[in-house]
């Protein structure tokens, strides 16, 4: 059975028959016990095909719904919410779900459209979903990848789909990272499934995916979440939540103690899994992507929400690889901070008092792109 320090991982194309092999494998169903309801969390943040690089593969989620329906485990749901920005019933049909509940017979939740309520979460108030206590064992499946605001996102960010709207704008606003750890002392993932098929290495939303066609289970979230970083090269001091969770004794981020073990052939395969290159040895690093800081020099930013600031990012990056970035000769402010605040150039609604604001809550990438480049030409005159 998988332990606690112990990140299992198998390689292949057949996405849902490697994860059906690495829930056999790991004993899940052993985990489970006599608990009932089973929820499913996917990563569905946009209406965005997971060959992107920013949603879970609906084949992963089959895996576990036929693994878990061959145990004679029936009540079984997926409960998620998109970013504020984007309709989860549209994820929903786009990202292949609703034809996955079709076929297997399992409730889809949209947790938009839940009642929610207020729980202490380690001395933090947070509205969470009523979805979250309707179900008794919580697989978490998120997409590793990277973020425009965190740097990483994959386990301990993923529950803030079990968010209510205002709630995850709210995260916004306290910084991201201290809620997110919080959060995840009040809502318990007791499995983890990662997608580490193609995640876009630098954008939640995806884009550029960096394919490695590989799928992982594991029980905490915050070594999870370790490998991660380590993976994307950063050091976890750089992604405080993950810090501030160990703290809060959500698990541990000490990769030296930890053990790979590595599914596929006749036998598992155990390896130490430490800073010396235990992990990689399977040829799997990853490249170095900071798209993001080459164009954030460019931006002001406080508070602002993840689909605001990454449609902006995007924008930019397409300026950049034009050669126009260089060009903007004023900061573009961004961010629920920025509410009252006067300024040149602003992006979202809450720039709404800026001398040119680019409208949208959140406006979309093409429309950024379009009038900053409009403006960059004006300015240039």
């Not at 878990?68 to 749901?77: A, G, N």
């Not at 006067?342 to 990438?365: A, S, W, Y």
Request: proline share 4%.
């Amino acid at each position: 059975m998988l332990r606690q320090n112990q990140i299992w991982k198998i390689y292949g194309t057949d996405y849902k028959e490697m994860t059906k092999r690495l829930l056999t494998e790991a004993d899940l169903f052993a985990r489970i016990g006599a608990r009932k309801r089973i929820g499913i969390k996917p990563n569905l943040v946009t209406p965005s095909p997971a060959s992107f690089g920013a949603t879970t593969h609906p084949e992963v989620v089959a895996g576990i719904i036929e693994y878990l329906q061959e145990k004679q485990v029936r009540d079984i749901v997926i409960a998620e919410g998109s970013w504020v920005g984007d309709r989860t019933s549209e994820a929903f049909e786009y990202c292949g779900y609703r034809e996955l509940s079709r076929r297997y017979g399992v409730p889809l939740i949209d947790t938009q459209k839940e009642s929610w309520h207020c729980l202490d979460c380690s001395g933090m108030k947070l509205n969470i979903s009523d979805a979250a206590d309707r179900i008794d064992f919580l697989i978490n499946v998120p997409v590793l990848k990277g973020h425009c605001q965190t740097k990483v996102t994959c386990a301990l960010k993923n529950l803030k789909g079990l968010l209510p709207n205002q709630e995850k704008s709210r995260f916004h606003s306290m910084g991201l990272h201290r809620p997110i750890a919080h959060l995840n002392t009040g809502i318990r993932q007791d499995f983890i499934v990662v997608d580490h098929i193609c995640g876009d290495l630098d954008f939640e939303e995806g884009g550029n995916p960096v394919v490695r066609n590989c799928v992982m289970a594991a029980v905490d979230p915050v070594l999870v979440d370790s490998y991660a970083s380590y993976l994307l090269h950063y050091e976890t001091e750089e992604i405080p939540y993950i810090g501030l969770a160990a703290e809060l004794g959500v698990g541990s981020r000490d990769l030296d103690q930890a053990e790979l073990v590595l599914c596929g052939g006749k036998e598992l395969h155990v390896l130490p899994l430490n800073k010396a290159g235990g992990g990689l040895s399977e040829g799997e690093e990853l490249p170095r992507q900071r798209k993001v800081l080459d164009v954030a020099y460019a931006v002001e930013e406080v508070d602002s929400c993840s689909a605001c600031y990454g449609s902006l990012i995007g924008a930019l990056c397409r300026l950049e690889e034009e050669g126009l970035l260089a060009k903007l000769s004023v900061p573009i402010g961004i961010g629920q901070g920025m509410q009252g605040r006067r300024g040149k150039l602003g992006v979202g609604r809450c720039t709404k008092d800026f001398d040119h604001c680019i409208m949208g809550c959140p406006p979309e990438e093409e429309k950024i792109y379009r009038e900053l480049k409009a403006f960059i030409s004006t300015a240039g005159q």
